[in-house]
Every structure is written in structure tokens, then in C-alpha cells.
């Protein structure tokens, strides 16, 4: 099911598919827009540390032992929100861990894909194709258009009936316009290269190359003495500034050719600052190599070469 904006994907989506009498247990850092989904839903909503599955199961045992709140009925449905990697920390999530626990005491799957569709994985379907599952072992899929596939919009994959009801009930997909046809095209051209229909290996390749341009650019800033966040092969590569003034950090790279999105509070903790890199297929060797030898200039310009020991953590 396609919606026209990301962001009303989840937030418009959710409050359908979750309401009274079902609880939502989120990943303490998911993206704002799963956070005003939720909230909008009327569901009670549980908060598990940031890829903790130890916390995660302790939070699922204790709720389903408790029941509602008040009347200590059992819960209609408990859903786990996570996802697919984590657009600030570039990490994957637990997948095998996730569907291991959400099979165990019958809960609900819902992965935002916005970050891993498109670009992970062997044939660049995601999450479930980087640790080989099934995707049908995943309830509901979320996506948006806005990343890989350089349009706008999104979507949520699930059974059928599933997706009916959501066709039936969810206002951001009833009351918003359409997507353009000139974007749908993009969207449509880009699946059929990333699936190799267009007849070219240009698909195969791009996936290659991103592979290959995350690891370098990673091990590139690691070794410059930089805290870099995330997981091997992640093409989200954050940079920890830690204090807000540091978000200067973005107006050297730039006075030196070099666009750099820094991020801040309240996207991230308030002493948590950071440089986000996305990796691109379309980088070349040079661009990267260019780019790195600029950020570690600015980097030692602004005495934010940390080094990778310093040790952080969420609640």
C-alpha cells in the first residue's frame, strides 16, 4: 500500500493498525514519525532500550503478566516496532533476535525500512535479505520512496487483509493526494534496475558499489581517529560531535567544498551531536578519498577526533 509521504506513512498508518486495547513496544530511539503514529493510535505504549533484547523480552513478559492497565484484561495484540537500521546510529536491528521473541509470545512485527530498502542486502530487498529470513516472517513492512529509490512517498507490506483495512481506514491515505505519475515513474524505473528488468547488470552493480564505498568510508574515519557509530556494511555512517557547538562542524566542511549534514537535539541526545554521511553507489573512489582527507582536516580544525573508545549508551 503506497502512501504519498513518508512521514504519513507511519504516522497516519500507524493509529489504524494499533488503537485501545493494543500495546506498542518501541525501540527508545525509532524515528519521529513511528513516536506521533503511536501516540495518535490511543494505544498504551511501552519504551525497550535501544536494541536491547534482554529488555525487550523482560518488558514483553511483564506486560502480558500485568495485562491492561487499570482492568488487567489481556492485550488485544502487542506490537514491536523497530527499525530496519536505525537512521541516526547506523545499525542494523536484531532481526533473527526480533522474530525469535515476537513468535514466542505471539506479538506483532512492524519494520521501518526507510534506511535498509533498496540498498542492503544481495539483491538490495533489505533487512530480511541481510540476515536471510523471510520476509514473510515479518508482519508489517514499512518503506519509504525518499532514499534509494530518489522519489517521495512510502508504503506498508502485509497480508492482504491487512492492507485492505488499512486502504479502508487510514486518513493519510484516504484524505492526501496521490503521488505524481512523473515520481511513481522514478519509483517504478528504480526497482526495475535494482531488480535487473531493465535488462543491464546497472542494479547489481550500484549494490556493489554501495557495499564497497560503506566500507571503506567507515574503516577511512576509524582509522582517522573518529567515533564512528553503526554496523559494518551499514551505508548510514554518523560521526559522534558530542557537544552542540561542534555542529560547526557542517560550516568548515562546506567553506571546503564538501556538503555534510549535522544533526542535534532533539533529533539525538543533547550531548550526543552528530555528522551523518549517507553513502551513495554514484561515489566514487576519488569523492570519497577527497571527502575524507577534508573531514579529518576539519575534524582536527574543531578537536573532534575522539578516537572510537569513548564510550556512550541510550535509556
Not at 78 to 107: D, R, T
Not at 124 to 131: I, K, L, S
Not at 238 to 262: E, H, N
Request: charged share 20%.
Amino acid at each position: 500500500m503506497v502512501f504519498s509521504m513518508g512521514f504519513g506513512t507511519n504516522s497516519t498508518g500507524l493509529p489504524v493498525l494499533a488503537r485501545n486495547g493494543t500495546l506498542i513496544i518501541s525501540d527508545s530511539i525509532n524515528h519521529a514519525s513511528i513516536i506521533v503514529g503511536s501516540r495518535a493510535s490511543g494505544a498504551k505504549i511501552a519504551i525497550f532500550k535501544h536494541d536491547s533484547m534482554d529488555d525487550l523480552e523482560k518488558l514483553i513478559r511483564k506486560s502480558i503478566i500485568e495485562g491492561q492497565p487499570r482492568t488487567h484484561r489481556p492485550w488485544k495484540s502487542i506490537i514491536i516496532i523497530v527499525e530496519g537500521i536505525y537512521s541516526m546510529e547506523g545499525e542494523f536491528c536484531n532481526l533473527p533476535k526480533l522474530i525469535e521473541l515476537k513468535k514466542k509470545y505471539k506479538c506483532y512485527l512492524y519494520v521501518d525500512e526507510a534506511h535498509s530498502i533498496g540498498c542492503i542486502g544481495r539483491t538490495g530487498r533489505g533487512v530480511c535479505e541481510h540476515f536471510n529470513i523471510d520476509t514473510k516472517e515479518v508482519d508489517l513492512m514499512m518503506g519509504t520512496f525518499t532514499k534509494s529509490f530518489g522519489s517521495v512517498g512510502g508504503y506498508i507490506a502485509g497480508d492482504k487483509h491487512v492492507i485492505q483495512y488499512l486502504r479502508s481506514n487510514s486518513e493519510g491515505y484516504l484524505t492526501s493526494m496521490s503521488i505524481p505519475p512523473a515520481a511513481c515513474q522514478q519509483i517504478i524505473s528504480a526497482l526495475r534496475i535494482i531488480n535487473g528488468k531493465d535488462g543491464t547488470n546497472i542494479g547489481r552493480e550500484k549494490l556493489r558499489s554501495i557495499h564497497e564505498n560503506s566500507l571503506y568510508f567507515r574503516k577511512a574515519l576509524i582509522d582517522a581517529g573518529l567515533h564512528v557509530l553503526g554496523d559494518e556494511g551499514s551505508p548510514v555512517i554518523p560521526v559522534l560531535l558530542y557537544m552542540p557547538s561542534k555542529i560547526l562542524f557542517c560550516d568548515q566542511t562546506r567553506i571546503r567544498g564538501l556538503a555534510v549534514v549535522t544533526v542535534g537535539f532533539p533529533a539525538t541526545p543533547l550531548l550526543l551531536g552528530r555528522a551523518r554521511f549517507c553513502l551513495s553507489a554514484s561515489h566514487t573512489r576519488e569523492d570519497l578519498e577527497d571527502a575524507v582527507q577534508k573531514i579529518i582536516e576539519v575534524s582536527k580544525l574543531l578537536d573532534v577526533d575522539y578516537g572510537r573508545d569513548t564510550n556512550h549508551s541510550y535509556q
